[in-house]
């Protein structure tokens, strides 16, 4: 155990406030357990004067244990992270959901900051069993999508995580919903059209039940369908402000690559070039399409020599992706994925493939790991 001395992180205690890490003597027994109080500045002065330390390793953040990570464990930190969020927004709203949404999306922005390739694979990727939390898997694609553009615009850090919140949470009040109209192949009844209508108010009503008093999340939240032009809703105002705006663009986008009941996922490309055209000039749109390009990485494209591949990775230019082969030349699937360079005659990019045509498919665990060579 690799410890230092309590007084060096000192900065990091308050005083009736639960301790982030264990209080050891020094020959490492227990003096306070992690989650304990330090009661008076007294007390605090004693284990100072005792020589208390800490175990290092209990220093580190949920974004320091990301970053040190081996590049292999970051699929199964993919994982984990992605749930833990899931949980946090489908248990919503409760006295310690902020908290619970502090902690679970902590490293989840590492990740997306450490690998931005894997980011976008989670953003593509098609779980067949998804709908079962679409809302959920819809809030995270538009989080990762926010995030990752405005990085690529230099946004300051504060405002990066709060557009990765918000992004989270601005369908909180409808989760449920989301998943019943994806697998809907009825227009949406007068009552859903209502709860569509009015989901950004009552879902800032949740996030104050449950302890949120960022004016300006709460603000981007109740704007994030509100367009400048004043055409959109709930309010119909222009005042929308650049966080609402980024949510509402990052929306639209990963709303068409989701598939649906009735209706497959929009290939990337197609995804892209409609955001162009939909919104042509728009700094977030073109950094948008920019950050994910003609095959982002999750998408299924077919080779010059008749190969099914998947993007594993955005290559040195945005028509030249690493990709993973699935199948054979003969559309024989192969007994593993094959990492490739399409920079060249027959391994070139032909097209781009829907997701439900694919008749190879490998573990997403599985490609991930292609993504990390």
């Known amino acids: 155990m ?22 050891r003597s020094a020959d490492h027994t227990l003096l306070l357990a992690r989650g304990q109080p330090v009661a008076s500045l007294d007390q605090l002065d004693s284990l100072f004067k005792r020589g208390a330390l800490v175990d290092l390793a209990e220093l580190q953040t949920a974004r320091d244990r990301v970053r040190q990570a081996p590049r292999e464990a970051l699929p199964r930190l993919w994982t984990e992270g992605l749930s833990r969020v899931g949980e946090a927004l489908l248990h919503a709203p409760h006295h310690s959901f902020k908290g619970a949404l502090e902690d679970a999306t902590e490293p989840v922005l590492a990740l997306v900051e450490r690998d931005p390739d894997l980011a976008i694979f989670q953003v593509l990727r098609q779980d067949p069993s998804a709908h079962v939390a679409y809302g959920v898997q819809r809030s995270l694609n538009t989080a990762v999508t926010a995030f990752l553009v405005a990085q690529r615009l230099g946004w300051a850090a504060p405002d990066m995580e709060r557009v990765f919140k918000v992004a989270l949470t ?9 998943g019943e109209l994806a697998r809907q192949r009825t227009a949406p009844t007068d009552e859903q059209r209502l709860a569509l209508q ?8 949740m996030l104050q039940a449950a302890g949120v008093a960022d004016d300006d999340w709460l603000r981007a939240v109740a704007r994030h369908h509100e367009m400048e032009d004043g055409s959109g809703y ?21 709303s068409k ?8 996922a929009m290939g990337a490309d197609i995804a892209g070039r409609q955001m162009f055209m939909e919104d042509p000039g728009h700094p977030m749109t ?31 230019t945005v028509t030249t992706p690493v990709v993973a082969c699935l199948t054979s030349t003969q559309g024989v699937p ?7 360079e399409t920079d060249s005659g027959k391994n070139a990019v032909a097209c781009v493939v829907g997701q439900r045509t694919v008749n190879a498919e490998a573990t997403a665990d599985r ?6 060579r």
């Open 334 to 340: 192969l007994p593993a994925p094959v990492r490739r």
């Open 170 to 178: 601005s369908n909180l009040s409808m989760l449920e919903l989301q």
């Open 234 to 254: 709930p309010s119909g105002t222009s005042d929308v402000g650049d966080i609402a705006s980024m949510v509402r663009r990052a929306d639209v986008y990963t």
């Open 198 to 205: 009015t989901h950004p108010h009552r879902s800032v009503d």
């Open 286 to 316: 073109a950094a948008l399409v920019k950050e994910f390009g003609v095959y982002p990485p999750g998408c299924h494209v077919r080779l010059v020599s008749g190969e099914l591949a998947v993007v594993v990775q955005r290559g040195p």
């Open 2 to 23: 690799q410890t230092t001395e309590l007084r060096s992180v000192k900065h990091r205690i308050q005083v009736g406030a639960p301790l982030p890490f264990n209080v």
């Open 257 to 264: 690559l989701a598939s649906r009941g009735h209706r497959d």
């Open 367 to 372: 490609l991930m790991m292609l993504t990390l």
